[in-house]
Every structure is written in C-alpha cells, then in structure tokens.
C-alpha cells in the first residue's frame, strides 16, 4: 500500500505502473529510437536497429539482452550490440538489432506505424516505443 512506502523508496525518475490483478508492476519509460525510420517490407537487408535510451538512475549496461522484444514477438540477437551516445545527447543508449524478416512479418503498411520494445533492466521491465514510416513498394 502507497501509506506503507518510505519516502526514500519512492523513485526520483518518472516510471509507468501497470497493474494485475495481484500486483503492480514498475515500467521504466524508455527512449527508443528504431532504424530506418521508413521500412520497406520488399527490402532485403539482414537486420533493422534500435537503440534504447534509459532515464537517469538506470544502466543501459545492465539491461537483459535476451530480454528485448519488438512489438512482444521479434527477439534481440544477442550480437552485435552496442554501447554508445548515437544521438549525441549525453545520455548512453543501447544499440541492439532485430531480424529483418521477422519484423516486416509484423508490421503493417501505414503512415504511422507504433514499434513498441520492451525488455528488463536490472530485473525492473522498460518499455518504449517509436513511430515509424511502413512502405511496401
């Protein structure tokens, strides 16, 4: 129960709540950035990219490879993946990649098309999501 929470274990960070019906679960909102921002379903390439940004407080380091899915189906591949600041922003992000054909699988042609990763970070679930551009030609 909220009476029974110590002010010093209430989070300095923003998370999402989401709640069962016999527990609620802490999201840690996630910056994610999916690459390309237009997809082509005719494409043949290996891989799409994401990378995921944590808030302040949360280790991108520590978040759970195999734990990563798209849209709650396509997995991470384990490797390569990369540490970094691809957007320059001073906040580290995760660089991870998604198979291809696995994801066109589960996307559908749209203008505005919500890509939604989630995973797990030091036993905590993060969620985040980008809005693409899905193209068939």
């Known amino acids: 129960m909220a009476e029974d929470v110590q002010i010093s274990d209430i989070p300095s960070q923003g998370y999402i709540a989401r709640s ?4 609620v679960i802490q999201i ?3 910056t994610v950035d999916f690459d390309p921002d237009t997809l082509n379903l005719k494409a043949q390439g290996k891989w799409v990219t994401v990378y995921i940004e944590l808030p302040m407080g949360h280790d991108v380091a520590q978040i759970d490879i195999s734990s990563i899915t798209l849209n709650g189906a396509a997995p991470a591949i384990a490797k390569p993946t990369e540490l970094g600041d691809y957007d320059a922003d001073e906040v580290p992000d995760l660089m991870v990649k998604f198979d291809r054909s ?35 030609k």
């Open 20 to 23: 069962t019906e016999t527990e």
């Open 102 to 136: 696995g994801v066109q699988a589960l996307l559908e042609v749209g203008e505005e098309v919500e890509v939604t990763i989630t995973g797990k970070v030091a036993g905590i679930t993060f969620d985040g999501s980008d809005t693409i551009r899905v193209i068939d």
């Open 28 to 30: 840690i909102p996630a």
